[in-house]
Every structure is written in structure tokens, then in C-alpha cells.
């Protein structure tokens, strides 16, 4: 997730995040969790300067209001941005890059996560530092790129060529050459190890030379190279041949408990060792503080268990470990293995309320083993029987959100399907429907698996082609995973009684893989579930170096033999592009191909003159730019989106739904492309005041009406001559806080669980069109409804604690009191719509007992939304933010 847009929310006019990256501040042993924000700013007296900002920040940042800036730390001359490596630790792939920041005044230690991302936000630091000439070549790159033409004799045991090659023995990790200045070494990579370590360590796609297809694919390679990185894949099966490697892949929900037992009897069951394991746990950590914070100590607890787990026969290097809140997703390899892992990403996906709460979601590792290409995802779907249609969400949204950076930043994000093997395990959560427990209970004693799964879900729902499209599940010979009382074999015995289910599950797509074994586990009783692992032998495309070096050559002759200097063209299958009655939060797609001519090109989506983006924030384009073979062809997709950033200057006028894309062609021409279409406008994004004078529906309105009223002042006082009488609160808010006071004062987790996505569109148009019925009619979810609220909160340009009231707030939080009488001096309408959601809310706190809401989860909740940091100013320290949280804290628990 691109967290610098988070960033540029809290940023003045004139200052614009270049990159992000998310990091881990080290202090002695403390360890805090930080967001870096590279950021270009213009002088008053004309050129431009660099600044890191760091910031804290509570749960993966969304927006501006998820995090607090700390420090800003000007990147002058005297600053110094150096990769070290930590006294007595063995590098392994997908380990914490260390760096150390030092200025005059400072220095501070960061771990930033492997992979592409953190070099390009490196890189992006070089191109910042004064002296630094980003255009003067890296004698490195240099280097590497000869090896188009020839082939260099195979690196020594333990090491590679690049050992020799580096200055002072370091290798520069972006370009970083500068004239006139000593700047050279102010960035660079970890310390080279010795041979004797690089036996017992995993080497980085970096610096792995014999992997010709990661080196071809860096981006300072040039179109030549790309080129030839192309011919190389489509001529793959010329030079590899398939290797079986054991696979182990296995699944547990822990249900929040810390490890309390070995996990050998599941982790090294079969008496070969595994080549790969890939580990995931599910509710590591049911907390708290780990679902609003991220943070929990139970990650180390488990990571030290497993590590002490793995098959005795074999030495294991940890490849990646990715956490988002309880989801948890381990990859080890044999060391033998290691030289040949590269291009490892790890990203997360969270599908919890309002799309960014992680206690449901998805984490996912993707990497290269020799030329196969693995993607392994770990999942926890939506709970509860009823609700599969939301799992399908679920696994829809973990599917079409989830992307890898490339290695080359000119390629578009690797999305999981582009992979040659997908191994997908988690808890799925799909449960055994039409039957009751006892008639449940029954088949499993008979051993009767195949009958009972006729009635499983997540069997009805692929034969439907609703998920997992093309994946394989082996038989099921063991018995439901889930529920269990813990400590025991036997089956839930709580109030619930619920039934149980194959909850946890091991999918796989792909060539080449047969299955050995799917079991679960049933010695480990820590959780009320029982772990699963499968076995699979999976045959890897490995390189023969003869046949590999000979297909090289015959591409470079060939390309020798090619005639590069004549300009590129392309052709257009569609130039002008209208998105009709586009509506909030709802995508609009179109797409249209480019169709290259006889010459190699590279194209690109550009800015056009004195903007920072090519494109308007409602709109992207997928890919941005790629490169094209000659007579080859790609579609291009133009995607709308409207969202709360947006939607109020769409609703005013202030912007339309207009642009002009400008595609250009290295070495070639630029071609322009047109997009039109129109808004239709929503109570979504419109201030509470509007709302309130708008008696008639949105959509009812004119345009014009529309427009005038989104401009109304805030103050504004209706003298009566001119504007119909307002409503005390918005007729929209009202529809649906009444909905659920009729339907969900009951409903357990109200506001932690997500709804559905079509259901969100049907509440968004019956507010919009002043259909109060179709809510009771079409009998939506309560969770969706719950939902909807929230995102109308969010959306709100002013929030209701108007953003004047900010400081006050939090300066009288703890005096009740003080509280009130800053709440008094809202605006009329924001003031009304704050008593009446405290109203409701402590409707809800009556009867606790049923939904198992409290004052803290609400408080947390509905803190951030109502009560949001000033835009432009600077964000706070986490203390302050909690004292948002206390403030409203307050008004759920005294009377009003």
C-alpha cells in the first residue's frame, strides 16, 4: 500500500511526498514504529529542498489522521544515510535493511523491510542529497551490464564477483556518484561478509550474479537489456528443466494463545526434511491493542517456537516474516537452497472494517526460486455461517489488492495470479451448512468426510466459480479442524455449541505439483482449533548453465543484427474515454490497447507541465508504463474512483470529471488521450451544514443547487428570505443510525465487522435518491448499514468536532465539563449530530451484554472519525491521539 498518500494529507501547499516507507526506529532495545516520508518542498526564492519527516503512526497509514509527525530532518549537505550491518548477525534474505541516519545534530538508527520498495525509497534519498548527479553512471551498473554480452566465469563458493568489484569493499546500492563532492559512500549496502559467512547465510538478489534474469531486469539496464530480458522469458524452456523440491505448507489458528507446546508433531511429522515451509498463523492476537495498534509480543514468541521446530535433519535460513495484526505468514528454506531465492515481497491486506482494520485480511510472500516464480498467501476470512457471501468478498478483495513491487520500477505490480505457483492456506472460515450439530457430530464418528463434505461451503461455493477459480484442494480424510474446547479433543461445549467445520484449509494453483499428504494435527490442543499441513512436491524450473548461456548469446546476436535507430510508433485502439454518471466509491473501468510497430519501445504516462501527478487523483492508469516488443501489444486500463478526498470539490464544481493523459514514447513521440464523463453527486463528501439544508434528496436537486450549497459558509445563518428551513441533522444520518437502532442494538461486534460491498452501494444510492424504505425491504446487513456510517463520518470535509475545535478538545480532555462546553461552541448542526451519535451510542452501551460493545472499542472507533487532526497542521505525538480517544471517552460515559 502506497502509505505517502497518508503523508501528503498532512503536507502544506507547496510540499509533496516523493516516497514512503515504513520502518522500525531502534534505540538501545526499544523498538518504535515509524513512517518515512521523503518530501520535496519549493522555495520561496525559487528552486527546491529535501526533508525526511518522520512519523508515528497507530495501524498501517490510510490517511492523514493515522499518523502523528515526530521529527523533520533536512536532507544538507552534512547528511548521511548509511546501510550497516548489525555486530554478530548473519544477513539472510528478507531480513531489516539497517540504516543509520547521521546529521550535525543527530543520529538515529532505522530496520526497513527488504525488498524493492525500500531501494527505490533509498534511491529516491540519493537523488536527493546536495552534489549528488543522478545521471552520472554507477560504475556498478556499469559492470553488471556487460553481462548482456557476455557470460562471467561462475562466482566462487560462498561469494560472487561483485565481492571484488565494490569500492572499500561495499557495493553501492543506488546511483551515487558526484563531481566535486565527497559524497560517494553517504549511501551504502551492507558490509560485505566473508566467505566463511556466505556459507551460512542467504545472499540477496542483489548481489546473486549467476540470477541473469534479476540482473537484466534493473532498471538502469536500458531498453537493450529489457529486450533481452524478454527473449529470455519467452525462451525459458530452451534452457531450464524441471527439479522437484518438497514443499511444506501448514495453517493454525491459535485463538490469541501464547505457544505451549511443541510443535514438532506438526511442523516435522514425515521423515523428509521439507525444502521450503511456509507457516501461517491465524489470531495470534486477539487483543486490544493488537487490533488498534498492530503491536503484540506474541509475533516473537511464535517465530522462536517454529524456528525451533523445523525438521532436525536439515539447517533452515528465514527467508521473510509478515504480520498484519493476528496474520501471520513464516518462509524458511534449506540453506543449500538460499543462493537461489530473489526478488522476495511481502505485502498485506487488510478487509476489516472500512477496508483497513487487519483482523481479517490477508499476508502474502512472493519469490523466485531458480525461474519458478511462488506466490504463498495466508488468509483469515469472515466469520460466522451465514456469512460466506462476505468470505467470497474477502477473497475477492485479498486477490485484486494484493500487488509485489517489481525488481524493475519501469514494470507494472505483480498481482498474485501472475505467478507460476500459488499456495494458499489460512482459515477460510467456511463452515457445514443445512445440517445441525448432532446430525454433523454423527458423520464424523462414521469417518463419513465425503458425505459431510457435500454440505461444506467453501466446496459449494467453488463448484459455483464464486472463489478460488482454477485452485485444487486435496481430499479431506481428516475431520473438522474446528471448534474444539481448548486443551481437549472434544468438541465445543460452550453456550454456542457451535458445529464444526474444515475451517482451515490448503489450496494450490498451478504446473507441476502433486500433493503427498493433508492431514491435520490433532496432539496440539493449545487452541479451539487443530493445525493442518500439507506436503507437496513441486517441480521448479532450474536453469542448465550451458544451454542458458548459449540461448543468451543467440538473443544478443540477434539483437546486434536489429537496426535500433529508427523511431518507435505505436498505434491506439481508443483515444477519447467518457465515464458516464460515475458514482462515490464505486470503480469504473475502461481500457484500450496499445499496439506496437517494429521497433523495441518503452512508453509512459507523463506529467504534464506543472503538475506532480499525470493524472487527476480520481483517476489511475494500470500499467503506467511497461515496454513493448516489436509488433506486440498490451491493454491499458483507465480506472475512476472517487473517494473522500475528492467527492466535496465533484460535488461543488471545483473539479470535474475531465483530464488529458500524455503517453510518451522513449525515443519516440507523445500521444494524447482524453477523458470526460460526469459526477453524480452524493451526501457521501458533503458538509453536515449542506446536508441539513437539503430537504430534498441529492440526486433530486439541480446541479446548480447542489453546487451553491456545498459552497455555503459554515457559519452560515439562514435569515429566512432566501434558503428553505434546515433540518437539526442530516436526513441521510438520521436513515441509517434509525436502522440500526430498529435492527442492531443486538448485533455482537457492531461497527468491527465489515459488510458487504454491493450492499454498501445500495445504502449509498437509497440515501442519495431519498428511498427510506429500500433499506427495510431489501434487508440489509447489519454490518454493512454499521459500516456505512462510518464511511459517511469519514467523508465529511469538516468533521463533526469542527477542526477548530481540535486543540481544545484535547486540552479539556478529562474534564467533563471543560468538554461540554467546547462542544457548545460547535456550529448548530455539527453540535446536534455529535449529541445524537453520543445518544446512540449509549444506546448501544445498555445492552452490552449482547453485543459486546464497551466504552473503549467505541471510543477508539468513533474518536478518530469524529474528532480528526487539523488538515495542514502538524500531526501529534500517540499520547495525544489517545487523548482524542478519552475525550470522547467521556460523553459515553456520563450523561448528556
Not at 187 to 202: A, I
Request: charged content about 25%.
Amino acid at each position: 500500500m502506497d502509505q505517502s498518500v497518508a503523508i501528503q494529507e498532512t503536507l502544506a501547499e507547496g510540499e509533496y511526498c516523493i516516497i514512503a516507507v515504513q520502518g522500525v526506529l531502534c534505540e538501545g532495545d526499544s523498538r518504535q514504529s515509524r513512517l518515512l516520508g521523503l518530501v520535496r518542498y519549493r522555495l520561496e526564492r525559487g528552486g527546491q529542498e529535501h526533508a525526511l519527516f518522520l512519523y508515528t503512526h497507530r495501524r498501517m497509514a490510510i490517511t492523514g489522521d493515522d499518523v502523528s509527525l515526530d521529527q523533520i530532518v533536512p536532507v544538507s549537505r552534512d547528511f548521511t544515510l548509511e546501510e550497516v550491518s548489525p555486530d554478530g548477525e548473519v544477513y539472510i534474505l528478507g531480513s531489516d535493511v539497517t540504516v543509520q541516519l547521521n546529521t550535525a545534530e543527530l543520529s538515529l538508527v532505522f530496520q526497513l523491510p527488504f525488498g524493492s520498495h525500500t531501494r527505490m525509497f533509498l534511491q529516491e534519498v540519493a537523488r536527493a542529497c546536495p552534489g549528488l548527479d543522478p545521471e552520472t553512471p554507477n560504475p556498478e551498473f556499469l559492470w553488471l551490464s556487460r553481462y548482456s554480452c557476455t557470460e562471467p566465469e561462475p562466482p566462487p563458493p560462498g561469494g560472487s564477483h561483485l565481492d571484488d568489484l565494490r569500492p572499500n569493499g561495499k557495493g553501492l546500492f543506488v546511483d551515487q556518484n558526484s563531481r566535486g563532492h565527497d559524497k560517494p559512500d553517504s549511501l551504502l549496502t551492507r558490509q560485505t561478509k566473508c566467505r566463511s559467512e556466505m556459507n551460512d547465510m542467504v545472499r540477496s538478489s542483489t548481489i546473486t550474479v549467476s540470477d541473469k534474469a534479476h540482473i537484466l531486469s534493473m532498471q538502469k539496464f536500458g531498453l537493450r537489456d529489457t529486450i533481452v530480458k524478454s527473449h529470455l522469458m519467452q525462451k525459458e524452456e530452451d534452457y531450464t528443466y524441471i527439479q522437484n523440491f518438497r514443499f511444506f505448507v501448514g495453517t493454525y489458528n491459535v485463538n490469541g494463545q501464547s505457544p505451549k507446546e511443541c510443535l514438532r508433531p506438526w511442523l516435522s511429522h514425515s521423515t523428509q526434511a521439507p525444502d521450503v515451509y511456509c507457516v501461517g498463523f491465524q489470531e495470534l492476537d486477539l487483543s486490544k491493542e493488537a487490533f488498534f495498534f498492530h503491536d503484540t509480543p506474541k509475533e516473537e514468541e511464535w517465530f522462536k517456537v517454529v524456528s525451533e521446530s523445523l525438521h532436525p535433519d536439515a539447517k533452515y535460513a528465514k527467508v521473510k516474516l509478515i504480520r498484519l495484526v493476528g496474520i501471520m505468514l513464516l518462509l524458511y528454506v534449506k540453506q543449500e537452497h538460499a543462493a537461489h531465492i530473489s526478488e522476495v515481497e511481502a505485502e498485506t491486506v487488510g478487509t476489516g472494517i472500512m477496508g483497513r482494520m487487519g483482523n481479517k485480511g490477508g499476508v502474502a510472500i512472493r519469490f523466485q526460486f531458480h525461474n519458478t516464480s511462488i506466490c504463498v498467501v495466508n488468509s483469515h476470512l469472515a466469520a460466522h455461517t451465514e456469512e460466506y457471501e462476505r468470505r467470497n468478498q474477502d477473497y475477492k478483495d485479498i486477490c485484486s489488492r494484493m500487488q509485489f513491487c517489481q525488481v524493475d520500477p519501469s514494470l507494472p505490480p505483480l498481482t498474485i495470479s501472475k505467478h507460476d505457483v500459488i499456495l494458499w492456506l489460512g482459515d477460510l472460515n467456511y463452515r457445514i451448512e443445512e445440517l445441525d450439530v448432532e446430525k454433523v457430530k454423527k458423520l464424523i464418528e462414521e469417518k463419513a468426510f465425503q458425505t459431510l463434505h457435500a454440505y461444506d461451503q467453501l466446496k459449494i461455493q467453488v463448484a459455483a466459480k464464486a472463489v478460488f477459480e482454477g485452485f485444487t484442494e486435496g481430499e479431506l480424510t481428516f475431520q473438522p479442524t474446528y471448534k474444539y474446547d481448548t486443551g481437549s479433543d472434544e468438541w465445543d461445549t460452550s453456550e454456542k455449541c457451535r458445529a464444526p467445520a474444515w475451517c482451515d484449509r490448503i489450496l494450490w494453483k498451478g504446473k507441476n505439483i502433486t500433493q503427498l499428504s493433508y492431514q491435520s494435527h490433532m496432539a496440539l490442543k493449545t487452541s479451539d482449533h487443530k493445525p493442518v499441513s500439507s506436503e507437496f512436491d513441486i517441480g521448479v524450473r532450474v536453469k542448465d548453465e550451458d544451454l542458458y548461456r548459449k540461448t543468451l548469446e543467440e538473443i544478443v546476436r540477434s539483437l546486434d543484427k536489429m537496426e535500433n535507430a529508427n523511431i518507435p510508433s505505436v498505434s491506439l485502439s481508443k483515444r477519447e474515454f467518457c465515464f458516464q454518471d460515475v458514482k462515490y466509491m464505486q470503480l469504473q473501468v475502461e481500457s484500450f490497447t496499445i499496439l506496437n510497430g517494429q521497433v523495441p519501445c518503452q512508453f509512459e504516462f507523463i506529467n504534464k507541465p506543472d503538475e506532480e501527478s499525470y493524472c487527476k487523483p480520481w483517476l489511475n492508469v494500470n500499467p503506467s508504463r511497461g515496454f513493448l516488443l516489436p509488433e506486440s501489444s498490451i491493454e491499458i486500463e483507465l480506472e475512476v474512483f472517487v473517494n473522500k478526498t475528492m467527492a466535496t470539490k465533484l460535488n461543488s464544481g471545483e473539479d470535474k470529471i475531465e483530464d488529458i493523459l500524455v503517453l510518451h514514447l522513449d525515443r519516440g513521440k507523445d500521444y494524447f488521450l482524453s477523458v470526460s464523463g460526469n459526477y453524480l453527486p452524493s451526501c457521501f463528501g458533503t458538509p453536515i451544514h449542506t446536508l441539513c439544508y437539503m430537504r430534498e434528496p441529492i440526486l433530486d436537486l439541480p446541479l446548480e443547487t447542489v453546487r451553491e450549497l456545498t459552497l455555503m459558509p459554515l457559519w452560515t445563518e439562514d435569515d429566512g428570505s432566501q434558503l428553505e428551513k434546515p433540518m437539526e441533522i442530516p436526513k441521510e444520518l438520521w436513515m441509517m443510525v434509525d436502522y440500526l437502532y430498529r435492527n442492531a442494538v443486538q448485533q455482537e461486534d457492531l461497527f468491527q465487522q465489515p459488510g458487504l460491498r454491493l450492499e454498501f452501494e445500495k445504502i449509498r444510492d437509497s440515501l442519495d435518491t431519498g428511498m427510506t424504505d429500500t433499506l427495510d425491504i431489501l434487508s440489509i446487513n447489519n454490518h454493512s448499514v454499521a459500516e456505512a456510517l462510518l464511511l459517511f463520518l469519514e467523508s465529511l470535509p469538516e468533521p463533526v468536532i469542527c477542526y477548530s475545535a481540535y486543540h481544545n478538545c484535547l486540552e479539556c480532555s478529562g474534564n467533563y465539563t471543560a468538554s461540554k462546553q467546547v462542544i457548545s461552541t460547535l456550529p448548530t448542526f455539527h453540535k446536534n449530530v455529535f449529541y445524537y451519535l453520543m445518544a446512540f451510542l449509549q444506546e448501544l452501551l445498555k445492552i452490552s451484554e449482547k453485543n459486546h460493545l464497551d466504552q473503549n472499542i467505541l471510543a477508539s472507533i468513533f474518536g478518530s472519525l469524529l474528532l480528526r487532526n487539523p488538515a495542514g497542521h502538524q500531526k501529534l505525538e500517540m499520547a495525544e491521539k489517545k487523548k482524542a480517544q478519552e475525550f470522547i471517552h467521556q460523553f459515553l460515559c456520563n450523561s448528556l
